[in-house]
């Protein structure tokens, strides 16, 4: 083993392993040789699939994954494993609020000032569109991230979205801000033109209430929205990890509602918390003010709403992104619950995974001129006598912090004493770079996506497709040791000095 992994090794680096141009012609090998398979997991007992989108060839050939087949439809390829387009997910009640109580001609204005019932439902059809794009915010809602629910988004992407004419992505907001029965429907917050873009939020009647699935009826709307997800496929065909991805896809079985609820009532019996350290519970149909600390509980029920929402009109595209996350990729395994997603099986035996060891701080000891190498939460914890699990926990955020909450952390005085080098580089480029406190994780996340694109990269070479999740992979249990491999490779060859563990 110890004689093939430096051929390999050696290969790699005669190949020209890191360079960003021969990873163009590997997306384009992996493209051509892909062929889409039907989930019929993702699917099963799924009402909302629309019938007329599972008649797909199971077999499909580099032609179809390019947009190049029979009617140039390169949404067909995908439509029964991806995300279906005439199916959006929508705020529960919006439709009966819009349809009830918003004045016609508001809804007149949206599609031109044309008075047809045909246009009336293409317009109200619109309005659910740009509601769709706020689905994610019922996630972070409930997992804590984003509290306030607000999500920003780019005028140009609306214009195109929900285009008719340039005013109609206006229109549809300006109907939208309506005083409803139960409140405006979405809230506006401000923005500076040229400087960031306009942040919305569903209203308060609506906001953390739940979505349920829309099939689109007027053949414009759904246009619209199939073309939005073709351009969304399109970006990720040019990424190693979104194609590495949907190649990924075929192999996997996703647990059924029964075994995820099997496993839930098994891990709260053995007092299970999340990364975060919340404790797993259910939630038995009492409200959030049931709850003395609610902020330390997560539960049972609100991750199968979230896991229903990623996987029952198929799977999410998967989605680079911008400079803020370094590129890191976004799907439904991402975003899906830790606890369910290991539920997920490889030729009907559990999904296996291997994460960096304290990946984030010994990248910041690569990229600030840091003095450890493999740098372990252990090692704070020993110096600092408190327990492992407080450390880990905190170096989820502790780079991500303005300097005011990185002096506070539990952590601060472990890195002032024996890293004061780095943490003053750290600190010094908060305070000057335009970006402030977030130029730390653009820095970090964009290394962290450095090297799993390597490494998955070198993986498809050997016919080996893997889940991603950040600075963790999913895979088969018997590419374990080569996952293993490569992981340590390409972070030694990239100078971080961290081991990957299954």
């Not at 007992?45 to 009617?71: R, Y």
């Not at 439709?95 to 007149?108: F, G, V």
């Not at 008719?164 to 401000?190: F, P, R």
């Not at 999904?351 to 701080?361: G, M, Q, R, V």
Request: glycine share 6%; proline share 3%; hydrophobic share 35%.
């Amino acid at each position: 083993m110890l004689k093939e992994s430096r051929r390999v090794k050696g290969n790699n680096q005669k190949k020209g392993k890191l360079n960003s141009n021969n990873r163009s012609s590997r997306i384009n090998k992996l493209t051509n040789k892909s062929s889409i398979y039907i989930i019929n997991n993702v699917i099963e007992n799924d009402d909302v699939i629309n019938s007329e989108l599972t008649e797909t060839p199971v077999n499909m050939g580099a032609d179809d994954l390019c947009g190049k087949n029979e009617g140039n439809d390169i949404y067909a390829g995908f439509a029964t494993m991806l995300k279906n387009p005439n199916v959006i997910m929508i705020p529960n009640k919006a439709k009966r609020s819009i349809m009830k109580y918003l004045p016609k001609p508001l809804l007149d204005k949206i599609h031109g000032g044309t008075k047809t019932i045909k246009n009336r439902q293409a317009a109200l059809e619109l309005c659910l569109l740009f509601l769709c794009q706020l689905s994610s915010t019922y996630r972070n809602i409930k997992n804590g991230s984003n509290p306030d629910g607000w999500k920003t988004l780019r005028a140009e992407y609306l214009r195109q979205l929900l285009w008719i004419d340039d005013k109609t992505y206006q229109n549809v907001i300006k109907a939208l801000e309506y005083s409803y029965q139960n409140g405006k429907i979405i809230e506006c917050g401000h923005h500076v033109i040229g400087v960031h873009s306009r942040k919305y939020r569903l209203g308060l009647g609506y906001r953390g209430k739940g979505f349920e699935p829309y099939h689109l009826t007027t053949d414009k709307v759904k246009d619209l929205s199939k073309k939005s997800c073709e351009r969304k496929i399109r970006l990720a065909e040019n990424n190693i990890i979104c194609v590495n991805l949907i190649e990924f896809y075929k192999t996997i079985v996703l647990p059924t509602e029964k075994e995820i609820e099997e496993e839930a009532s098994r891990l709260i019996k053995v007092g299970y918390r999340n990364k975060k350290g919340k404790i797993l519970i259910y939630r038995n149909k009492k409200g959030d003010g049931y709850f003395k600390d609610i902020d330390k509980f997560c539960f049972v029920e609100d991750a199968m709403k979230i896991f229903n929402y990623l996987t029952k009109n198929g799977l999410l595209i998967p989605r680079p992104g911008n400079d803020k996350s370094g590129g890191r990729i976004v799907d439904s395994l991402v975003l899906m619950p830790s606890w369910i997603r290991k539920l997920i099986k490889i030729s009907g035996q559990p999904i296996a995974e291997a994460d960096y060891s304290c990946l984030h701080p010994n990248i910041a000891m690569t990229l600030y001129g840091g003095n450890s190498k493999c740098l372990k939460h252990e090692d704070l914890a020993k110096d600092l006598e408190i327990d492992r699990q407080t450390v880990k926990v905190e170096h989820l955020s502790f780079f991500n912090k303005n300097v005011h909450q990185m002096k506070i952390s539990p952590l601060f005085q472990y890195y002032q004493k024996h890293e004061s080098g780095m943490l003053n580089a750290i600190i010094a480029e908060k305070q000057k770079s335009e970006h402030k406190h977030k130029i730390t994780s653009r820095r970090l996340f964009a290394k962290e996506v450095q090297i799993m694109t390597e490494v998955i990269s070198r993986l498809n070479e050997e016919a080996i497709f893997v889940g991603y999740v950040f600075d963790a992979l999913l895979f088969d249990l018997v590419h374990a040791e080569k996952v293993k491999e490569v992981m340590d490779e390409v972070a030694s060859e990239l100078g971080v000095f961290t081991v990957a563990k299954i």
